[in-house]
């Protein structure tokens, strides 16, 4: 389908701003995780319906061309604002008017009117999209991906309180956005408790999952091309290593475990503050003893992620927060059950005893009671892998896509009419 024959009421061409993170980049490590990979499949997907996607990011390296294809009908956009390396993305908010300039110099050389709809990931985006938006008389739609306010009641130890300056940030974006994505309804709870988003700007969409790369596969050949033991027990973390997502409550509980088989497979890059470096998970085993019993993998990619999930008996997701948790889905895809925390979004990633097992809080001996009697019981696991792949089934990108695309029209539509009333001059927003 080309855009010419796209159904009406749908954009033609999305900006769409990613300020923090690029979807070219390698999820698993550094600022680089799920919303890069939301990013990158609904674009493709966007796409295929005809829709021309422009992804906007800042340039993190000298040899990164000012546009990139990242599939047919997308494009990565590279904004320089800031020097290439040193900024944390708590640096960020003071690079986002020159960010903006570069966004608004590029629409700027345009015929009027390209872009019809913004799409922004993150708060950083939002404040871009919130300016972008009433220069270019279109709507924004806006998916936080994780909310500061959520994020600062849930605090991990070791990890840093969400400064003010976001949790502003963030409410002046929900005030600004034509519609708000959530991945889950607590999301939606989150957005319309917490930071008084009205309920009817707020559209809960489902993230998805690959379901051609993430299914079932033969474990033995999953761990002989990895490189792992045929008669270990192995409990997978896979994710960016930092406080948040808690991968030393896997290493602490196996510390307490009976079964001398287990192992802990780490997988992953160093990412924030605190707890971020695989050394400190390191230091944490030596001193638990059991570092002979872990295992580390820098981020993987592509089929030998599959392959990570295929080798698991298990994938714990202990984190302290997540607003879906896109690894619990591609493990339950991959037909390994899942044990992860009661919280967030995770509690619709995984379906509690169906699918996996969700534990109340981080206390290692809580963790390790609900991995040892797993552990111990393959035939319960064997029924819960089967519950895996049938929960994974409900969630799929192009799912995700088709139900954006009528947040999108619904946007559209509305944005139209109020600025027809604006014209009339019979209403202000
Ligand atoms: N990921 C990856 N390689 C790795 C570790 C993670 O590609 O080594 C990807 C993983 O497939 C998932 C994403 O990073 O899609 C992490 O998303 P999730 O929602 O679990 O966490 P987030 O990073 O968004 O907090």
């Known amino acids: 389908m080309n855009s010419r024959s796209l159904p009406q009421g749908l954009p033609r061409r999305i900006a769409t701003l990613s300020v923090h993170t690029s979807p070219l980049h390698q999820p698993g490590t550094g600022d680089a995780g799920g919303m890069n990979v939301y990013i990158v499949e609904v674009s493709k997907r966007l796409a295929k319906a005809g829709i021309e996607i422009e992804i906007f990011t800042r340039t993190t390296g000298g040899d990164l061309p000012p546009r990139a294809e990242l599939a047919p ?24 008017c020159a960010f903006t ?18 799409a922004s990931h993150y708060w950083l985006s939002g404040q871009v999209g919130w300016l972008a938006k009433d220069r270019w008389g279109v709507p924004l739609v806006h998916t936080a991906h994780t909310l500061a306010k959520v994020k600062n009641l849930q605090l991990a130890e070791g990890d840093r309180a969400e400064p003010m300056g976001r949790v502003v940030g963030e409410e002046q974006v929900v005030e600004q956005s034509d519609r708000l994505v959530a991945n889950t309804p607590t999301e939606a709870r989150e957005l319309i408790d917490l930071y008084r988003a009205p309920l009817e700007r707020v559209a809960v969409v489902a993230p998805g999952v690959d379901l ?52 802990a497979l780490i997988v992953g890059g160093p990412s924030g503050s605190g707890l971020d470096r695989p050394t400190s998970l390191i230091d944490l085993a030596e001193s638990l003893g059991v570092r002979d019993r872990v ?61 996996g097992v969700l534990v109340d809080g981080h206390g290692a001996a809580d963790w390790a009671r609900v991995l040892d009697r797993l ?31 009528d947040v999108y029209r619904e946007a559209m539509t509305e944005h139209r009419s109020r600025r027809q009333l604006e014209l009339a001059g019979c209403a202000r927003w």
């Open 73 to 96: 009908g997308v494009t990565v956009r590279h904004i320089s604002a800031g020097p290439y390396e040193g900024l944390a993305k708590e640096d960020l908010p003071a690079q986002l």
């Open 295 to 355: 295992r580390f993998l820098p981020p993987q990619a592509g089929d030998r992620l599959a392959d990570v999930y295929r080798a698991a008996d298990l994938v714990a997701v202990p984190s302290h927060n997540e607003s879906f948790g896109l690894v619990a889905l591609e493990a339950q895809a991959c037909g390994t059950p899942v044990v992860a925390a009661a919280v967030g979004g995770l509690v619709t990633a995984v379906r509690d005893e169906v699918s």
């Open 101 to 118: 300039h570069g966004v608004l110099g590029i629409e700027a050389a345009r015929p009027p009117g390209h872009y019809d709809l913004l």
């Open 212 to 263: 051609e790369r993430f299914r079932p596969g033969d474990r033995a050949a999953a761990r002989a091309r990895l490189g792992l033991p045929q008669h270990a027990k192995i409990m997978a973390f896979v994710g960016r290593i930092q406080p948040l997502k808690a991968p030393d409550v896997l290493i602490r509980a196996l510390a307490e475990l009976r079964d001398p088989d287990a192992i």
């Open 375 to 405: 552990l111990a019981e393959p035939g319960r696991r064997e029924e819960l892998a089967a519950g895996a792949v049938k929960h994974a089934y409900d969630f799929s990108w192009d799912h995700t896509t088709t139900r954006l695309l």
